[in-house]
C-alpha cells in the first residue's frame, strides 16, 4: 500500500514569509495528525482531524498556522507569517481511527528553515 | 496528562554489542506503548508497540521491549547491534481513553554503532 505523502520535503524562507505544507494520507484512514519536530526533540501534536472535522488543535498557534482537511481526505498546513522558531520537520501521519491503540503511519516530513 | 521520558539523549555501543534505550512513562490508566525508530531524513518507522498481555514484545529488526508496569517503564533491548541499526530512537504513549487519543513522543535516544 502506498504511505504517507508530503510535499516539499524541503523548504528555505525569509522570516515573516508564508509556506505552505500538504500531505496525503494513506487511503482509507480516517484520523489525519500533523506534528511538528524540532532539532533534538520529539515530535509534538499539533493538529489532529477526524475526517474533515478537528478533534484537538490545542497545540497549534493560532495566530500564525492554520490547517485544513477538505473532503476528509487531503490536508494543507500553513504559516504566516514565518518566525525563526518555526525552523522543524513537519511530519503528517495517519491511522485508521483516533490513536490510542491504533498505529500511526508517518510521511518522511517537511523540512522548514526559516532565515 | 501523559509523559514519556528518555533519560539518555545519545548513546554509542559497538558493533555485535548488545544494547538497552531506557523509556519512562507517566499515564493515569493501562498505557498503549511503542517505540519507533527515525533514520536521518525518514519519517517515523514503527519498532514495536504494547497494548496487552504478554509483558515482552517483539518487533521488527530484531528488537523486543518489556512493560514493566510497577516501573513505569518500557525499554527496548536488541542482544546484537547491527550498524544498520544507527538511527534515533523514540519512545510514545498513547491515551486509552478521551475523544482526542493521541500519541505522545519522548526527546529520542540516538544511537551511534561504532564498527
Known amino acids: 500500500e502506498a504511505g504517507v505523502a508530503q510535499s516539499p520535503r524541503y523548504k528555505i524562507i525569509e522570516k515573516r514569509q508564508s509556506v505552505a505544507f500538504w500531505c496525503n494520507p494513506i487511503s482509507g484512514h480516517a484520523t489525519l495528525y500533523w506534528y511538528q519536530q524540532i532539532l533534538g526533540q520529539g515530535p509534538k501534536l499539533l493538529i489532529q482531524f477526524q475526517n474533515n472535522g478537528v478533534v484537538d488543535d490545542s497545540q497549534l498557534p493560532k495566530d500564525r498556522f492554520s490547517a485544513e482537511r477538505l473532503k476528509g481526505v487531503d490536508s494543507t498546513l500553513k504559516i504566516q507569517p514565518a518566525k525563526l522558531e518555526d525552523s522543524a520537520v513537519y511530519l503528517c501521519?495517519?491511522?485508521?481511527?483516533?490513536?490510542?491503540?491504533?498505529?500511526?503511519?508517518f510521511g518522511a516530513g517537511s523540512r522548514l528553515t526559516v532565515l | 496528562a501523559q509523559s514519556v521520558t528518555q533519560p539518555d539523549i545519545h548513546i554509542t555501543v559497538s558493533e555485535g554489542a548488545s544494547l538497552e534505550l531506557r523509556c519512562n512513562y507517566s499515564?493515569?490508566?493501562?498505557?498503549?506503548l511503542f517505540w519507533y525508530v527515525q533514520s536521518p531524513g525518514q519519517g517515523l518507522q514503527l519498532l514495536l508497540k504494547?497494548?496487552?498481555?504478554?509483558?515482552l514484545v517483539q518487533g521488527i529488526k530484531g528488537f523486543e521491549a518489556e512493560f514493566k508496569r510497577s516501573q513505569s517503564s518500557f525499554n527496548l533491548r536488541k542482544p546484537s547491534v547491527h550498524w544498520s541499526d544507527a538511527a534515533e530512537y523514540f519512545c510514545?504513549?498513547?491515551?486509552?481513553?478521551?475523544?482526542?487519543?493521541?500519541?505522545?513522543f519522548g526527546s529520542g535516544t540516538q544511537l551511534t554503532v561504532l564498527p
Open positions: 499515564y493515569g490508566a493501562t498505557p498503549y
Open positions: 504494547y497494548f496487552s498481555g504478554d509483558t
Open positions: 510514545a504513549v498513547g491515551s486509552s481513553s478521551g475523544s482526542a487519543r493521541q500519541l505522545t
Open positions: 501521519a495517519s491511522s485508521l481511527a483516533p490513536s490510542g491503540a491504533n498505529v500511526l503511519t
